[in-house]
C-alpha cells in the first residue's frame, strides 16, 4: 500500500509540473548592401503599436512620427543626419543603450534598421 502511495504521489508531482518554453527569434541584422524602404521598414518603427505616435503626432511633441508626416518633420527638425547616425537624434535619443527616453526604447532590431537607413542616406523610398 505504502509503495501504491508513493508512486501516485510521485505521478501527481511530476504531472502537476508545466514547463513553458519560450521561445527567443533572433532576428539577424539587416543586409547594408539591401536598400531598406522608409514607408516599410522604418516608418512601423514609429507606428505599429502606437509605439512613438501616442507622443509624437500632429499637435503634440516633435517630430511628428505618424505616417504621413514623419520623413517630412525628421528631416524640417534636423532629427536624422544622412549618413551619421551618431548625429541623428531619432537614432540616438530612443536607443536601447541610452538614458535619454527610457519611457520607450527601439528594440536592438529597430535601432539596427534605423542604423542602417541613416547609413543609407536617408531616403524616403
Known amino acids: 500500500m505504502k ?47 502606437n509605439r512613438c505616435t501616442a507622443c509624437h503626432s500632429p499637435g503634440k511633441t516633435n517630430p511628428d512620427l505618424t505616417a504621413a508626416n514623419a520623413y517630412q518633420s525628421l528631416m524640417d527638425g534636423n532629427f536624422v543626419v544622412a549618413n551619421d547616425p551618431s548625429a541623428s537624434l531619432i537614432y540616438t535619443y530612443p ?3 541610452a538614458s535619454t527616453h527610457r519611457w520607450k526604447v527601439y528594440t536592438v532590431n529597430q535601432a539596427e534598421l534605423l542604423f542602417t537607413w541613416i547609413n543609407q542616406g536617408v531616403k524616403n523610398n
Do not use: M, R, W
Open 95 to 97: 536607443h536601447p543603450d
Open 3 to 49: 509503495k501504491i502511495l508513493i508512486l501516485l504521489s510521485s505521478l501527481f508531482f511530476f504531472t502537476a509540473c508545466q514547463y513553458e518554453v519560450i521561445k527567443v527569434e533572433v532576428i539577424p541584422p539587416p543586409d547594408p548592401n539591401v536598400e531598406l524602404s522608409f514607408a516599410t521598414d522604418i516608418v512601423p518603427i514609429f507606428t505599429d503599436g
